[in-house]
């Protein structure tokens, strides 16, 4: 079979293992594992944030920054597809009591302006207190659209402006730079915290890491522990995350190569109604009228690639460390089987 569902299903390598078999650990939760340790200082020295903090997920990062940055009855303005809104339980509404507005947005990125018109007025007390912006990149639901990070600088000056705090959820941002060749210390200074997903395309079995001042992880850290995150020798999966950090970013182009092929396949397709324009390693179509998405999927199925249908008509394919230039030959093959 050939997993296209998600870049979260790579398996860790021989030399991942080994890594992890080696590791130095202590408890965690007193500081004292020098593998998390070292994880946490490097990110953030990437990142230009002063600390960071290792946590079991990129829900639980986003939903501790979340948790952090407000108080019950203030509101988030993200986009409506973001995955803090739509895939994370409901958390921020459970976890933290927020309420959320949802900007017009072009595949997830919205504009500096959509978020000034966002913001409530804050001398009207029957209105939720603007509180937070969540800016994804890349943007999953936007099939891995990138954000101009021109525009990022705009809603950090608004932000500014407005008394705002900004996260980035940014699970998949080194698929962004290896792109944009923008460098993690640009996406940091504009971030007051960020969200790095180490098992996405960086090939980790475990891991997310959030990133931002002193203070603000001093505090991440006690709510990490008061929603049940906080591990004890967890230098083993950090040992993961570095190594993944040290081998795994610069094979992102490979990915967003072999995904670019997968859309170019489908462009001729004719039961293709839409391409999504495929930027990194994310695969949205839309089928043509009368075709459902399941039944397509399971036809994909017959042929040995799985993947998600993502809507009534819309299909997801997402490339990743464990797919290689073979398999994608054989997912192009048995998409132009296809009739309709
Ligand atoms: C995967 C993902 C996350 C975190 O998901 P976990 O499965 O909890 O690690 C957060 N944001 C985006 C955009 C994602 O794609």
């Known amino acids: 079979m050939i997993d296209l569902r998600s870049d979260t299903v790579t398996k860790p390598t021989p030399a991942m293992r080994d890594a992890m078999l080696r590791a130095e650990v202590g408890d965690d939760v007193f500081g004292e594992d020098p593998t998390v340790n070292a994880l946490e200082e490097k990110l953030a020295a990437l990142f230009g944030h ?23 009855g203030d509101e988030v303005l993200c986009e409506e597809g973001a995955h803090v809104y739509r895939y994370e339980g409901g958390g921020m509404m459970a976890n933290s009591g927020c309420s959320v507005k949802h900007l ?38 936007g099939g891995g659209a990138i954000w101009d990070i021109a525009e990022a600088k705009l809603i950090r000056s608004a932000c500014d402006r407005h008394n705002l705090i900004l996260h980035l959820d940014g699970a998949r941002i080194f698929n962004a730079m290896a792109v944009d060749g923008t460098a993690p210390a640009d996406w940091g200074a504009l971030f007051h915290s960020v969200s790095i997903c180490l098992s996405k395309g960086l090939g980790a079995p475990v891991g997310s ?27 083993i999966l950090a040992a993961a995350g570095l190594y993944a950090i040290e081998h795994n970013v610069a094979r992102l182009k490979d990915d967003h190569a072999r995904a670019r092929r997968i859309g170019e396949a ?68 048995a998409l132009m089987s296809i009739r309709s």
């Not at 002063?50 to 019950?72: D, W, Y």
């Not at 990125?109 to 959509?114: G, N, P, V």
């Not at 462009?267 to 039944?295: H, K, Q, S």
Request: hydrophobic share 40%; net charge positive; glycine share 8%.
């Open 104 to 141: 017009p947005a072009d595949r997830g990125r919205f504009t500096a302006a959509a978020v000034h018109a966002g913001i409530n007025d804050r001398s009207a007390a029957y209105l939720a207190n603007s509180k937070l912006v969540v800016i994804e990149n890349t943007v999953n639901r």
């Open 209 to 235: 890491v959030l990133t931002g001042s002193k203070s603000f992880i001093h505090h991440a850290r006690r709510v990490r522990k008061r929603f049940g995150g906080g591990m004890r020798q967890a230098g």
């Open 50 to 72: 002063e600390a960071a903090l290792f946590c079991s997920s990129g829900t639980q990062t986003n939903q501790i920054a979340i948790n952090v940055h407000t108080r019950p």
């Open 266 to 333: 489908l462009a001729t397709a004719p039961w293709c109604a839409r391409v999504f324009p495929v930027e990194t390693n994310i695969v949205i179509y839309d089928l043509i009228e009368g075709m459902d998405a399941n039944t397509h999927v399971d036809r994909l199925k017959h042929h040995g690639i799985i993947c998600f249908a993502i809507g009534p008509a819309q299909v997801r394919m997402v490339t990743h460390l464990d797919v290689n230039d073979d398999d994608i030959d054989r997912t192009i093959t």
